[in-house]
């Protein structure tokens, strides 16, 4: 991908991303891969306030927020006409948006949760990922990256909700690839525990417990999945599609025969 630097010396690559679900965690991460790497980037979220300090951060003159709900049909609509209307284009679609509203055993997961589970975490993806097959990939091509789990490929004790959407995510990404090809990449990214608000229950007060059942003796940064979303949006992925990369710190090394 060719960046040529604009007026203010920052590379632009002419290329534009729409990122549910980033004005922090994850998808800013992704968001700020992005933008360093010259795209303009649409973020969505459901704060507002949230959006317009991420919005600063990452540089109002190539980032722009449209706040809501991902599972809101309408959200969707209007945050890709914004995207449009405001860049002309989407070549880009990284569906990071997500929800994990409850933990404990499945014989109790209450079914109204778990279907709120999926609206969020699989049906708002999939009507992202029509609207801007629609809007502008049909045509023009594109990439388009699901922001899975590796709760997705494992069993989950205790956030099997959240667990069973991610499998979904991994799915919809084979499905999507499936259909969308040849003009549009479908990939998937399985992180491990990031250390985000959102996981933030899991490792607080023991990150160095947590951490250290991982071969690479760390947890995850946002800017590890920053890096993988930046690679297959980008001309190196090219041959590549229906792939869920595990970015994980190697924790799946540790189910073999001890």
């Given at each position: 991908?060719?960046?040529?630097?604009?007026?203010?010396?920052?590379?632009?690559?002419?290329?534009v991303?729409?990122?549910?679900?980033?004005?922090?965690?994850?998808?800013?991460?992704?968001?700020?891969?992005?933008?360093?790497?010259?795209?303009?980037?649409?973020?969505?979220?459901?704060?507002?306030?949230?959006?317009?300090?991420?919005?600063?951060?990452?540089?109002a003159?190539?980032?722009?927020?449209?706040?809501?709900?991902?599972?809101?049909?309408?959200?969707?609509?209007?945050?890709?006409?914004?995207?449009?209307?405001?860049?002309?284009?989407?070549?880009?679609?990284?569906?990071?948006?997500?929800?994990?509203?409850?933990?404990?055993?499945?014989?109790?997961?209450?079914?109204?949760?778990?279907?709120?589970?999926?609206?969020?975490?699989?049906?708002?993806?999939?009507?992202?990922?029509?609207?801007?097959?629609?809007?502008?990939?049909?045509?023009?091509?594109?990439?388009?990256?699901?922001?899975?789990?590796?709760a997705?490929?494992?069993?989950?004790p205790?956030?099997?909700?959240?667990?069973?959407?991610?499998?979904?995510?991994?799915?919809?990404?084979?499905?999507?690839?499936?259909?969308?090809?040849?003009?549009?990449?479908?990939n998937?990214?399985?992180?491990a525990?990031?250390?985000?608000?959102?996981?933030?229950?899991?490792?607080?007060?023991?990150?160095?417990?947590?951490?250290?059942?991982?071969?690479?003796?760390?947890?995850?940064?946002?800017?590890?999945?920053?890096?993988?979303?930046?690679?297959?949006?980008?001309?190196?992925?090219?041959?590549?599609?229906?792939?869920?990369?595990?970015?994980?710190?190697?924790?799946?090394?540790?189910?073999?025969?001890?």
């Amino acid at each position: 991908m060719t960046q040529q630097p604009n007026d203010s010396g920052r590379p632009d690559s002419g290329k534009v991303a729409l990122i549910t679900g980033a004005s922090r965690g994850i998808g800013y991460g992704i968001a700020e891969a992005l933008v360093a790497r010259g795209d303009r980037v649409c973020i969505t979220g459901r704060g507002e306030d949230a959006l317009k300090e991420a919005v600063e951060r990452l540089g109002a003159d190539r980032v722009i927020g449209f706040p809501g709900k991902a599972h809101d049909e309408a959200h969707q609509a209007a945050a890709v006409d914004r995207t449009m209307e405001a860049f002309g284009r989407i070549d880009y679609l990284v569906n990071n948006a997500g929800t994990n509203p409850v933990f404990g055993p499945m014989a109790d997961l209450d079914l109204g949760v778990a279907r709120k589970v999926y609206e969020t975490n699989v049906i708002s993806a999939l009507g992202f990922a029509q609207l801007t097959w629609r809007a502008w990939q049909k045509d023009h091509g594109g990439a388009i990256v699901n922001i899975a789990s590796i709760a997705g490929v494992s069993a989950s004790p205790f956030i099997g909700a959240y667990g069973m959407s991610k499998a979904a995510m991994v799915n919809l990404t084979l499905q999507l690839a499936h259909e969308f090809a040849p003009g549009v990449r479908v990939n998937a990214i399985a992180p491990a525990v990031i250390k985000t608000r959102f996981a933030q229950a899991i490792y607080e007060g023991r990150e160095a417990e947590a951490a250290a059942s991982y071969p690479l003796g760390r947890l995850g940064v946002p800017e590890d999945v920053g890096g993988a979303a930046a690679f297959l949006t980008s001309d190196q992925s090219d041959w590549i599609t229906g792939q869920t990369l595990a970015v994980d710190g190697g924790i799946f090394l540790n189910a073999g025969v001890h």
